[in-house]
């Protein structure tokens, strides 16, 4: 049982003097053979996890901001649609708040036989607001005839 412990103590386990034969690591080992890499994954983690979570959030602020573009583009159409059919300024603005939120204020312009509504909703998010995202949409139908 004796050289087994020994080889256990050489291992780096604290040993001041080897007492192997043919053990590489020379005849004195030093007790502080792994002080050099204490801490070292509580260094890596430190630094690991912040990258991670600030990953994170832009890749939620991207999803975010996916999203918020499909909402506008669909209130923006909706109202579009509602107003080429010769439905009042107070009925678009309600049908685009309806669709894409209440944060939501539409440009609507009629020039010629053309009207045009123009939709920009800020993304949400602590990323996307430092960053001053805003989501745009704008589309432009003809008037129905008729009406």
Known sequence: ???????????????????LRGCGRGLRHRSSDRVGSRGAVTAEFAVGIPA???????LLTVVAAGITQ?????AVRAAARELARGEAPDVVVATARRVAGEGVAPEV???????TVRVRLPVPGPFAAAAGIVAEA???????VGR
């Open 70 to 74: 499909l909402r506008a583009e669909e």
């Open 52 to 58: 991670v979570i600030v990953l994170l959030g832009v």
């Open 109 to 115: 312009a009629a020039v010629g036989g053309e009207v």
């Open 138 to 144: 704008s589309a432009a139908l003809p008037l129905e």
């Open 1 to 19: 049982m004796r050289p087994r412990a020994s080889v256990l103590r050489c291992l780096g386990l604290g040993l001041v003097r080897c007492n």
